[in-house]
């Protein structure tokens, strides 16, 4: 395509300073090298969200993340700067909705039935829908940090540098997220 | 297995692909735009405050020496020569806005400048009109919004505010309206407006009823969308409950062509309806969901759990969405049910020739 997206090799670094330098350009090879883990976050952050939500919610990420630069003091790595804007806006589009016709989801207990499939193939989908269910039902703030630690990897520290909050108050929403989860079993 | 396991698992299924060159070049256009647009309104500013900054050196250099027979002349007031000309902050451009953890929302046509951003933020609303969405505020931390004729100060989080003629209406929280020239305030909750120097409740402010679901029908197989969707959400901030309007207003977004909104109000019916509702609503998303076959899995293999007229369509579906995910296995096994259950009819000879 163009030449914006072709600087595999450069580090985030040294992109960053592009950037600051005032050369958008340095978007496009972030943006490839990160857009997937965004999306990927916003799509489990908000469970009901879909592909097209998600890239939606990416790319204003990374548009805001150029807002956001003169603040980026490179403690942490540049991924976990990326969550902490993924999640605000996850969270803003989430209150937006919710706000709109205060609908509160249920649980929508599955009919019993004629089921296709094999045995193994309905529980996984029956446990697939539980989780989603009840990452639904968890607060924001839990949903977050859950997602955040056990879905991608994240530990304590960056969690709570991406959030901007203290670690206790990490552990302690990962602690009330896991108790929720397990009593929702 | 435990709750992480199925997590895990349920987190598989969320996934998504990297960005193509074309989508990143996209985006860097964008932030050139963007970048070039604020370029254009900072000249602008910095053209201002020259001149401003001009204009006090030369009141410096040429003020007139006093005199016995002489006369004096000072400065018009803002023009002080004991203070740095400020630069006036440039208007926030149409669209969202992150300020730190709060979010604004900046209409077409508002005109709205940022004094202070942080834990104490303060807005200028000079035209139009903004929406925001706010963080929690502890102690002497403020957020507010400023009018010629009013202040909104946040109590809550969610707001918005138009400039002229004022009024304020309040999604969620509270906020404090104080009005400029005398001080005095009012309390306005979620649910309720400000408008015309007084606070009006829900109930005021929707003095009839909403439409009926027969006319909102009607008005959407006409084609009038933007008047059946005011009657439905006035409808379902009524009763958000009444699967019957979520349907209905699933059909009107197809038909307006915004697939998203269909999906999320055809989910919505499966979350609030009867049995026969969500039903239908699983079949409704998972026909527009054809490009996302794990959603699509789920959704029929729920709806097939009870018997209904489109079990046969829903067992084709089905079938091709496990072979997109190259499950043939699945898929095969999907299809030889249908081909026995529908035996004799077009799905059934359908399914056979697929099996083929």
Redesign the interface.
Known sequence: ??D???APTDSDAELVARLRA?R??A???L??RY??DV??LA??LD??A??????DI???V???F???LPRYEERGRLRSWLFG?TT??CR?RR???W?????H??S?A?????????AS??R??E??????Q??ERLPDAQREV??LH??EGMSIQEIALAL?ISENAVSTRLYRARRT??A?? | MSWETDLQDWGDTRTAPAPTPDEAAALVAKARARKHSLLITRRVTMGSTMALAAAALLAILFQPKLGPTGWTWSPPHRVATTEPAAAEPSPMLEGTHQLQDDQLQVDAGASVVALRTGPTTRLRLDAGTVTATVSHRTGSETFSIETTSHTVTVIGTEFSVQQSPFSVRVTRGTVVVERSEDGSQWRVSAGESFINGAVERPVLSRPTPPPALPALQTMVLEGDLETARDGLTQRLQDDPTDAAAWRLLAQLEERAGDRNAAVEAWMTVVRVGSTPHAQGARYEAARLLSDQPDRVILLLTDFLKVDHPLAGEARLRLADAYAATGDAEQSRAVLEEAAKRHAGTSIGRKARRQLR
């Open positions: 395509m163009t914006v997206c072709t005032g958008p350009d978007l496009g090879p943006y490839i857009g997937a999306r990927r799509l489990r469970p009901a879909d592909p097209a939500t998600a890239d990416c790319q204003s990374f548009l805001l150029l807002d956001t804007i605000r806006q803003a209150r937006r909705w706000n709109r016709f205060r609908i989801r249920s929508g599955a009919s019993a039935g004629v089921a296709v499939g094999s193939i309905d996984r989908l446990a697939r829908q539980a989780v989603e009840a990452l859950l997602v056990h879905l901007d989860m397990e929702d079993r």
